[in-house]
């Protein structure tokens, strides 16, 4: 089993920035996709990146539209941990943001995701 933690979450005002962490738990992640999902208000669970896992810290990400060139993920598979470096924030990024482990590589549905963090809100105030 793998648990996930995020952090890092909070109040921003529009055109800063955050950085979510993710501290996986029970199993070293190193090889799996680790992915970013969020969701606001009344809407439903979306995709925002994932990156591929490596034994030979070679990684690939894949970004939503909305959120490319602002957004950046990374990994410390010494740390079991991954990051997601948000700048630039918009009131639209506004969401609980979740982390999430797949065996599946660098996939963006939520379905071949097994493992999802309790969430952290973030919030961009204009």
């Known amino acids: 089993q793998v648990q996930l933690v995020e952090s890092g979450g909070g109040l921003v005002q529009a055109g800063g920035s955050l950085r979510l962490s993710c501290a996986a738990s029970g199993r070293t992640v190193s090889n799996y996709g680790m992915g970013w999902f969020r969701q606001a208000p009344g809407k439903e669970r979306e995709f925002v990146v994932a990156?591929?896992?490596?034994?030979?810290?070679?990684?690939?990400?894949d970004y939503a539209d909305s959120v490319k060139g602002r957004f950046a993920i990374s990994r410390d598979n010494a740390k079991n941990t991954v990051y997601l470096q948000m700048n630039s924030l918009k009131p639209e990024d506004t969401a609980i943001y979740y982390c999430?482990?797949?065996?599946?590589?660098?996939?963006?549905?939520?379905?071949?995701?097994?493992?999802w963090g309790q969430g952290t809100q973030v919030t961009v105030s204009s």
């Open positions: 999430a482990a797949s065996i599946f590589g660098r996939v963006s549905t939520r379905e071949q995701y097994a493992y």
């Open positions: 990156i591929s896992g490596s034994p030979i810290n070679i990684y690939y990400a």
